[in-house]
């Protein structure tokens, strides 16, 4: 696991309309990042550009092929499949081996044959953090990651964020909670806020639209 | 890949999955029909090739918008696009385990519903085999489809409109095969043209369905 993150003046936008401008970092492995800002600002946004969901407006970004393992605010599991068939799956599309010990790590163990469906909103998030565990891929990029989890699950979650960073893994993690990983950075969006258009937004576009 | 194809299949058999729930569309179509338009056994003949497989296409469509929305809704559809295995191979994986469990029912079970319609002699060979030939193509198109419509809250009609006009040349050879195969006629050509078209969609269509995908999850 050595894979460098570095972004260069990436701009990116929601909707067509461009939220964030002029974001430069680099995460290095070992390293954890946080991405502070209020609602809106665009932090879901450039967690989704990273991971490749959509295309940035401008701007690099560089790191390794198939790096990234991301985790959004949805966790992807199947009601209809048990903890161990949803794990085993995604298990099996990332071609790592057991994930035995994730259970153990996520403290799943005794949940392990209900059904998904079945599962409270925190006991899923747990499942959906999990599934980074076996992906074995070394940048994490967590959305809101300690939604729904109790104080027990967030130092879980803290102690395997630690773990893959000894590991020599990174995680970049978009968040208005306190994780309790002291040495993760913090990186404030608001400042790279996208200027409004001059002439107001809309009207540059319907300019165009009719040009 | 395969375990996308399991997993598909796995949830397409649990509760809520609707696996039969072609089938027993199918099968109120060919029940209903008789009692339509009487039960006069030479109209029948004549009508049960382009019946069935009128009614093996709307089956084929009542289950196509599940392909791809309930990934969506879950977020697994994000995963799996970051996921290493390929959007292609994805996509290409939802069209079979769409096939082996809306396709290949109907193909097995078209025989006997051929009964209820007074279907003759030959056509009930013919008819399994254009089905298993065309049908691949049904699920293919579909979700070529389903694709493009991702991520639309009530795609369903949508889909229908966008997907029927191109199931009509596999339905017209589709008839035509079982036809010509009932009244004892040569069926190389509509056969060939319909194994044709199978090919074809499922050579191209997987690029273009997850092309569709990648603009659709912006």
Known sequence: MNAHLTVTDLAISRGGIPVLEGVSFTLSPGRALVLRGPNGVGKTTLLRTLAGLQPPLAGTVSMPADAIAYSGHADGLKATLSVTENLSFWAAIYGTGGFAPVLEAMNLEALRDRMAGSLSAGQKRRLGLARLLVSGRPIWMLDEPTVSLDAASVALFAQAVRAHLGQGGSALMATHIELGIAEAEVLDLAPFKARPPVDGGRGHDFGEAFA | ?218
Not at chain 2, 125 to 132: I, N, R
């Open chain 2, 1 to 218: 890949m395969i375990a996308l194809l399991l997993r598909d299949l796995r949830l397409a058999i649990r509760a809520g999955g609707g696996f039969g729930l072609g089938l027993a569309f199918f099968l109120i179509v060919t029940v209903l029909v008789p009692f339509g338009v009487g039960p006069e056994g030479g109209t029948l003949a004549k009508i049960a090739p382009g019946i069935l497989w009128v009614g093996a296409l709307l089956a084929c469509l009542l289950s196509l918008d599940r392909i791809f929305a309930l990934d969506f809704e879950d977020g697994s559809l994000d995963l799996l696009a970051t996921a290493p295995i390929p959007l292609e191979a994805v996509v290409t994986m939802k069209a079979a385990a769409h096939w082996l469990t809306t396709g290949l029912p109907l193909v097995v079970a078209a025989p006997v519903f051929g009964v209820l319609l007074n279907l003759q002699g030959e056509g009930f060979f013919w008819l399994t085999v254009s089905l298993a030939l065309g049908t691949p193509a049904l699920s293919v198109i579909g979700t070529f489809g389903a694709a493009l419509t991702v991520g639309l809250k009530r795609g369903g009609l949508l889909l229908s409109l966008l997907v029927l006009p191109l199931y009509v040349p596999t339905l017209i050879f589709g008839a035509e095969t079982v036809r010509r195969g009932t009244e004892g006629m040569e069926t190389g050509a509509p056969l060939m043209l319909l194994a044709g078209i199978t090919a074809a969609s499922i050579a191209l269509l997987p690029f273009a369905s997850a092309a569709a995908i990648r603009v659709n999850l912006r």
